[in-house]
């Protein structure tokens, strides 16, 4: 849109330089539908929408828990349960742990080297497990991620996996009433 635009009026008004300035604003204006939509889409991964389960909210709750206790990430990383109340059905976790990966730099002689870089992450997790009429349970998750670098996305691999597996494990959960 930039180059169009700047082509455009540079050639309509023969100075080449005249396109800059509307070049650039009707770029910006056209990549804010873009950076919305990408917006949108973080914050439905951060706050999903509430999902409800045919599961007594006590074995949810219980369920949950057992989730937050077992799974372990790159260097044995796990989940702290700060809070796990049971009159609320409202938990609080917390994780943090090293990121490493491998990045490539040149030095001024122009040979390439590796350096391994390690980056702290750091994510929370709200989870509300409330009881419903039907006897079904809802269950709420807020994750709020820190991240060190400039890859803001670097927890939604944890996010969408323990997602997955709090659904999986509740969505085949036999309610015996």
Request: proline share 4%.
């Amino acid at each position: 849109m930039f180059l169009l635009t700047g082509a455009l009026i540079g050639e309509a008004s023969h100075d080449a330089s005249a396109g800059i300035v509307p070049g650039l604003v009707l770029g910006i204006l056209a990549a804010i539908p873009i950076f919305k939509s990408a917006c949108e889409e973080r914050s439905k991964c951060l706050h999903p929408a509430p999902r409800e389960y045919n599961v007594p909210a006590k074995i949810a709750f219980a369920k949950i828990r057992d989730i937050l206790a077992e799974i372990s990430y790159n260097y044995g990383d796990k989940w702290h349960v700060v809070t796990a109340d049971t009159q609320t059905g409202r938990i609080t976790a917390n994780l943090r742990f090293i990121d490493e990966f491998t990045r490539l730099e040149g030095d001024a002689r122009g040979q390439i080297h590796t350096r391994k870089e390690r980056l702290q992450r750091f994510l929370s997790v709200e989870i509300q497990v409330q009881p419903t009429e039907r006897g079904t349970t809802l269950i709420q998750m807020d994750f709020s991620p820190t991240v060190e670098g400039v890859n803001y996305a670097a927890c939604d691999s944890i996010i969408s996996s323990l997602s997955a597996r709090i659904e999986a494990a509740l969505q085949y959960t036999v309610a015996i009433r």
